[in-house]
């Protein structure tokens, strides 16, 4: 009886995780098909993965979507991170309002929050482009990093702080050698998750968007209407194998390194 | 630290959220209840009544529910699984689970075009069976489909963290207390994960409700939810006091609906204040 | 990252859950504040040109696939000016982009109707011929045709001309043992349920069912558009999809065994299955179909209107049109480029039709005006819910 539960709870896992893992396994394995044909195998290639490296619109929007998810990480995990601490210091009416207009962007469906700001900017003559897509990012990251610091800036103790200055440090000095390095898991983490949550976005980056420029997201949305090409699918696997192996660093290379240590 | 100038250090940061949340929420405000000559008027609001915008609305809030429910039934299973084997936080199974969240949804959106096609995978495959062909893209079961699978991670991962969040013992004392597994499961272990069903309900059912894109990378413009009216009311027909209106309605919908949801884990809050 | 995971959750959910008080405040707040600024009568000035750094840059706007992308290369070599190619994939995404001015163009290739529109609605400014001496390369015929949306050729350069037809898949129809299509009402078969690709644009999708009826495709009587409405909801059932730049391959993949879709694109698909065995063609329905000019245009706030008119004069020019044509496979007005080209490709009357037998059942599309496309929208929308 025991034996047969078990057998039964492994069958769903591997359920499940086929009905996770197929369509990504059929993107990879699509990837190095020489036809394009999706029914049928007609021979191993790499050509896809070279005309995906010599396409100059997939090359651009890899590489905008790079760095608009670094560098509206970066300004959001600053700007949060900061404020974090200011909102912290608060009275208590002021630090609710500013918190739940905080909320606001996490509460709407992304589809509002893009709309509102397209409309924003087009109200206020601001062009559409590069700089929208990045300023809609760093509004919808800053929820995430203030989220991820709040905690740690509850946490961390308010003498250290003092104790610095009284010590003799410069309230600059203090803050890098004393606060900060309380607060670092934290930050961190709101970066990654302001990262990731950047790289994945398409609802916000498509009504924000301006001329000629793409995302991975919004590139994908306008082949897929026009019809897909193979390069799409080495440019998943790509992707998928970038994620993994970002992911395995981030939750295992601190264990192992320990493990190591032992 | 607790110094009155450090509440300064968010000024940039308030100056960002009024220029970048409220003001844009105000335009689109002030556009969803002005017509096009800048007049006040409610009618881009009552928009919602005409059947065009009605029966879109309907049909996703039916496809979101119906993708929720089925990302919990198919996750809930799951977590109780990974719970009774007691698979860590850290345990690499339960990183297989989370690691397609992180991956682009277009493009697992993408991979589902792919398997459904009519010249697609899964058709590939029946042909090489000698079965028929079955007609599986472009239909409401496909964006359903499509919606479950870009969404379930988002169901597991906080129903996996509320399930094992419960103290083993608790459980055992049901069971020593003679409850079947069945009502140990209803009387104990349901009401203890509501916080986790909570946020998994809440994590799928708003985009799902709110989603364009699925419906029409998966559903051929045949199935027009809500999310597509909107779009195209702002992307084709601009017409942005009506995109407006919808939207502000489409909002007042996602705010009731968590309410809703909220009511429960309320109740659920008072509930484990008298058993513990 | 996994502790992010776990308190991330519980924290959004708590913000979804527990903050919405607060939040329900702020909009209440926010919606009383936007009254009060209706009441008091807040205007918009007129949209300005908006600065830009970028000095050597031309924006172009046009249709998917719609160039040799080795053309713009070629035009970036020879001028030394920077091109930024963009792209819409339909006539209805664009018009609202130009019109807000959120982006900024200097040249744009739309069709005849949508040209009509943005000149009664002041969008565009006059091209100067003096910078264009290739025009004398486009057909005087083309040149008079156009006049139609365009009176006295003030303000747009024929680019490309064509019908609108049925491609169709002769071996999958034969397989169902339907016969070829002829006319538009044969897409109302039951026998071809999702075997039908429809254009997913309000003007071609009624164009079908009005033609169908024998009606005008610029018809603004609304029991004519009940009727073509109630069509299209009849039709909605076997339709497999409404797409619009997916047709093509579509049909080249063998998706479906019909689709609706530009007389250009004929040339293409059948260049693709030259190897196979899969015979599709092309045909223009009996009852007459629509008859399209696709042109360059500069829009009124371009920032670089000497720019965009050496873009024009650029391709123009026989060799370029030649080249162009032979990678979109649109039916070019360039004469200067017909001389250039396989008598093969002349000789194809899906390609090059006799415009003068076209002209006896077909149409242009006109701009309607506001209330016009409200008529045609709002039953568009009624179809795509239902």
Same mark, same amino acid.
């Given at each position: 009886?025991?034996?047969?539960?078990?057998?039964?709870?492994?069958?769903?896992?591997?359920?499940?995780?086929?009905?996770?893992?197929?369509?990504?396994?059929?993107?990879?394995?699509?990837?190095?098909?020489?036809?394009?044909?999706?029914?049928?195998?007609?021979?191993?290639?790499?050509?896809?993965?070279?005309?995906?490296?010599?396409?100059?619109?997939?090359?651009?929007?890899?590489?905008?979507?790079?760095?608009?998810?670094?560098?509206?990480?970066?300004?959001?995990?600053?700007?949060?991170?900061?404020?974090?601490?200011?909102?912290?210091? /608060?009275?208590?009416?002021?630090?609710?309002?500013? /918190?739940?207009?905080?909320?606001?962007?996490?509460?709407?469906?992304?589809?509002?929050?893009?709309?509102?700001?397209?409309?924003?900017?087009?109200?206020?003559?601001?062009?559409?482009?590069?700089?929208?897509?990045?300023?809609? *990012?760093?509004?919808?990251?800053?929820?995430?990093?203030?989220?991820?610091?709040?905690?740690?800036?509850?946490?961390?103790?308010?003498?250290?702080?003092?104790?610095?200055?009284?010590?003799?440090?410069?309230?600059?000095?203090?803050?890098?050698?004393?606060?900060?390095?309380?607060?670092?898991?934290?930050?961190?983490?709101?970066?990654?998750?302001?990262?990731?949550?950047?790289?994945?976005?398409?609802?916000?980056? *498509?009504?924000?968007?301006?001329?000629?420029?793409?995302?991975?997201?919004?590139?994908?949305?306008?082949?897929?209407?026009?019809?897909?090409?193979?390069? /799409?699918?080495?440019?998943?696997?790509?992707?998928?194998?970038?994620?993994?192996?970002?992911?395995?660093?981030?939750?295992?290379?601190?264990?192992?390194?320990?493990?190591?240590?032992? | 630290?607790?110094?009155?100038?450090?509440?300064?250090?968010?000024?940039?940061?308030?100056?960002?959220?009024?220029?970048?949340?409220?003001?844009?929420?105000?335009?689109?405000?002030y556009y969803g209840f002005t017509d096009p000559n800048h007049a006040f008027t409610l009618g881009n609001l009552a928009e919602i009544l005409v059947w065009?915008?009605?029966?879109?609305?309907?049909?996703?809030?039916?496809?979101?529910?119906?993708?929720?429910?089925?990302?919990?039934?198919? =996750?809930?299973?799951? =977590?109780?699984?990974?719970?009774?084997?007691?698979?860590?936080?850290?345990?690499?199974?339960?990183? @297989?689970?989370?690691?397609?969240?992180?991956?682009?949804?277009?493009?697992?959106?993408?991979?589902?075009?792919?398997?459904?096609?009519?010249?697609?995978?899964?058709?590939?495959?029946?042909? =090489?069976?000698?079965?028929?062909?079955?007609?599986?893209?472009?239909?409401? =079961?496909?964006?359903?489909?499509?919606?479950?699978?870009?969404?379930?991670?988002?169901? @597991?991962?906080?129903?996996?963290?509320?399930?094992?969040?419960?103290?083993?013992?608790?459980?055992?004392?049901?069971?020593?207390?003679?409850?079947?597994?069945?009502?140990?499961? #209803?009387?104990?272990?349901?009401?203890?994960?509501?916080?986790?069903?909570?946020?998994?309900?809440?994590?799928?059912?708003?985009?799902?409700?709110? #989603?364009?894109?699925?419906?029409?990378?998966?559903?051929?413009?045949?199935?027009?939810?809500?999310?597509?009216?909107?779009?195209?009311?702002?992307?084709?027909?601009?017409?942005?006091?009506?995109?407006?209106?919808?939207?502000?309605?489409?909002?007042?919908?996602?705010?009731?609906?968590?309410?809703?949801?909220?009511?429960?884990?309320?109740?659920?809050? #008072?509930?484990?204040?008298?058993?513990? | 990252?996994?502790?992010?995971? &776990?308190?991330?959750?519980?924290?959004?959910?708590?913000?979804?859950?527990?903050?919405?008080?607060?939040?329900?405040?702020?909009?209440?707040?926010?919606?009383?504040?936007?009254?009060?600024?209706?009441? &008091?009568?807040?205007?918009?000035?007129?949209?300005?040109?908006?600065?830009?750094?970028?000095?050597?840059?031309?924006?172009?706007?046009?249709?998917?696939?719609?160039?040799?992308?080795?053309?713009?290369?070629?035009?970036?070599?020879?001028?030394?000016?920077?091109?930024?190619?963009?792209?819409?994939?339909?006539?209805?995404?664009?018009?609202?982009?130009?019109?807000?001015?959120?982006?900024?163009?200097? &040249?744009?290739?739309?069709?005849?109707?949508?040209?009509?529109?943005?000149?009664?609605? $002041?969008?565009?400014?006059?091209?100067?011929?003096?910078?264009?001496?290739?025009?004398?390369?486009?057909?005087?015929?083309?040149?008079?045709?156009?006049?139609?949306?365009?009176?006295?050729?003030?303000?747009?350069?024929?680019?490309?001309?064509?019908?609108?037809?049925?491609?169709?898949?002769?071996?999958?129809?034969?397989?169902?043992?339907?016969?070829?299509?002829?006319?538009?009402?044969?897409?109302?078969?039951?026998?071809?349920?999702?075997?039908?690709?429809?254009?997913?644009?309000?003007?071609?999708?009624?164009?079908?069912?009005?033609?169908?009826?024998?009606?005008? &495709?610029?018809?603004?009587?609304?029991?004519?558009?009940?009727?073509?409405?109630?069509?299209?909801?009849?039709?909605?059932?076997?339709?497999?999809?409404?797409?619009?730049?997916?047709?093509?391959?579509?049909?080249?993949?063998?998706?479906?065994?019909?689709?609706?879709?530009?007389?250009?694109?004929?040339?293409?698909?059948?260049?693709?299955?030259?190897?196979?065995?899969?015979?599709?063609?092309?045909?223009?329905?009996?009852?007459?179909? $629509?008859?399209?000019?696709?042109?360059?245009?500069?829009?009124?706030?371009?920032?670089?209107?000497?720019?965009?008119?050496?873009?024009?004069?650029?391709?123009?020019?026989?060799?370029?049109?030649?080249?162009?044509?032979?990678?979109?496979?649109?039916?070019?007005?360039?004469?200067?480029?017909?001389?250039?080209?396989?008598?093969?490709?002349?000789?194809?009357?899906?390609?090059?039709?006799?415009?003068?037998?076209?002209?006896?059942?077909?149409?242009?599309?006109?701009?309607?005006?506001?209330?016009?496309?409200?008529?045609?929208?709002?039953?568009?929308?009624?179809?795509?819910?239902?």
């Open positions: 009886m025991e034996k047969m539960k078990k057998a039964l709870s492994n069958c769903y896992l591997s359920l499940i995780v086929l009905f996770m893992y197929a369509p990504i396994a059929t993107l990879v394995v699509l990837s190095f098909n020489s036809g394009r044909s999706r029914a049928k195998w007609s021979g191993f290639t790499t050509d896809w993965y070279l005309e995906m490296l010599a396409d100059d619109t997939i090359m651009a929007a890899l590489r905008n979507t790079l760095i608009i998810a670094f560098l509206s990480a970066l300004i959001a995990t600053i700007l949060g991170t900061l404020a974090a601490i200011g909102i912290n210091n /608060m009275k208590s009416w002021s630090r609710n309002t500013v /918190m739940s207009i905080t909320n606001i962007p996490m509460l709407n469906a992304d589809i509002v929050t893009g709309i509102s700001l397209m409309l924003c900017f087009i109200a206020f003559k601001i062009s559409l482009g590069f700089h929208t897509i990045l300023i809609a *990012h760093i509004t919808f990251n800053l929820p995430y990093v203030i989220l991820s610091v709040m905690p740690k800036v509850r946490q961390s103790s308010k003498d250290t702080y003092e104790a610095a200055l009284d010590l003799g440090a410069t309230p600059i000095q203090a803050f890098f050698k004393v606060v900060l390095p309380e607060l670092m898991p934290g930050v961190t983490s709101g970066f990654m998750l302001a990262f990731t949550m950047s790289l994945d976005d398409f609802i916000i980056t *498509h009504f924000t968007r301006g001329a000629g420029i793409d995302t991975i997201s919004t590139l994908v949305y306008s082949q897929v209407r026009k019809g897909i090409s193979p390069t /799409m699918y080495a440019l998943s696997t790509v992707i998928f194998l970038t994620v993994f192996i970002v992911l395995m660093i981030g939750n295992y290379a601190p264990e192992w390194l320990s493990r190591r240590k032992k | 630290m607790k110094s009155k100038s450090s509440r300064y250090l968010a000024m940039p940061y308030i100056i960002w959220i009024v220029g970048f949340i409220v003001i844009p929420l105000l335009t689109i405000v065009e915008n009605y029966r879109p609305l309907y049909r996703a809030m039916l496809l979101a529910a119906s993708c929720t429910a089925i990302c919990f039934l198919l =996750a809930f299973p799951l =977590a109780m699984i990974l719970r009774e084997h007691k698979v860590g936080r850290g345990s690499i199974i339960v990183f @297989i689970f989370i690691l397609p969240m992180w991956m682009n949804s277009l493009l697992r959106i993408l991979a589902w075009q792919t398997l459904l096609e009519r010249k697609g995978v899964i058709n590939g495959m029946l042909t =090489a069976l000698h079965l028929p062909e079955q007609h599986l893209i472009n239909t409401t =079961a496909a964006v359903l489909i499509g919606m479950v699978y870009d969404f379930l991670p988002f169901m @597991i991962l906080p129903l996996y963290n509320a399930l094992m969040k419960i103290d083993d013992n608790t459980v055992n004392a049901a069971y020593d207390l003679g409850a079947s597994f069945w009502q140990t499961l #209803t009387k104990i272990i349901l009401p203890l994960s509501v916080p986790g069903i909570v946020s998994g309900v809440t994590m799928v059912f708003v985009p799902a409700l709110t #989603t364009f894109a699925i419906s029409n990378m998966l559903g051929g413009g045949k199935i027009y939810l809500i999310g597509n009216v909107i779009e195209q009311e702002f992307m084709q027909d601009s017409d942005w006091n009506q995109g407006s209106g919808l939207s502000l309605v489409l909002m007042i919908f996602v705010i009731v609906s968590m309410l809703f949801v909220n009511h429960f884990d309320d109740k659920s809050d #008072t509930r484990r204040g008298g058993i513990m | 990252m996994k502790r992010l995971d &776990c308190e991330m959750f519980h924290a959004i959910r708590k913000i979804r859950t527990r903050r919405l008080p607060a939040a329900v405040l702020a909009l209440t707040v926010a919606a009383a504040v936007a009254a009060v600024a209706v009441g &008091c009568g807040t205007t918009e000035k007129d949209i300005e040109k908006i600065p830009t750094p970028a000095k050597d840059t031309l924006y172009v706007y046009n249709a998917g696939e719609y160039i040799d992308p080795e053309l713009i290369d070629q035009f970036e070599e020879e001028t030394g000016i920077n091109v930024v190619y963009d792209v819409f994939e339909t006539l209805e995404e664009m018009y609202p982009v130009i019109e807000a001015g959120g982006v900024v163009y200097d &040249c744009v290739c739309p069709s005849d109707y949508m040209i009509e529109k943005m000149i009664k609605n $002041n969008l565009l400014q006059e091209v100067d011929y003096d910078n264009i001496p290739n025009i004398k390369y486009i057909g005087e015929d083309y040149m008079k045709m156009a006049s139609e949306f365009d009176p006295g050729n003030k303000y747009a350069v024929p680019y490309t001309w064509g019908t609108v037809g049925i491609l169709y898949n002769e071996g999958m129809l034969d397989e169902l043992g339907i016969p070829y299509p002829t006319k538009w009402s044969d897409l109302w078969n039951p026998a071809l349920k999702n075997e039908i690709l429809m254009q997913d644009s309000v003007r071609d999708a009624f164009m079908v069912a009005l033609k169908k009826n024998g009606y005008s &495709c610029n018809t603004e009587d609304p029991e004519e558009l009940d009727t073509a409405m109630k069509d299209l909801i009849d039709q909605k059932p076997i339709v497999q999809a409404y797409v619009v730049d997916q047709v093509r391959d579509k049909m080249i993949g063998e998706e479906a065994a019909i689709g609706v879709i530009y007389s250009g694109e004929i040339l293409y698909v059948q260049d693709e299955l030259a190897d196979t065995d899969v015979r599709i063609d092309y045909v223009v329905p009996e009852e007459g179909t $629509n008859l399209w000019i696709d042109a360059w245009v500069i829009p009124k706030n371009a920032r670089n209107k000497k720019y965009a008119e050496q873009w024009i004069n650029f391709l123009c020019r026989p060799d370029v049109a030649a080249k162009n044509f032979e990678y979109i496979t649109y039916s070019t007005p360039n004469t200067g480029a017909l001389e250039l080209l396989d008598q093969e490709y002349l000789d194809n009357e899906d390609v090059f039709p006799d415009t003068k037998k076209l002209l006896e059942t077909c149409e242009f599309y006109h701009f309607l005006g506001q209330e016009g496309d409200a008529l045609y929208n709002n039953r568009w929308k009624t179809v795509k819910s239902s």
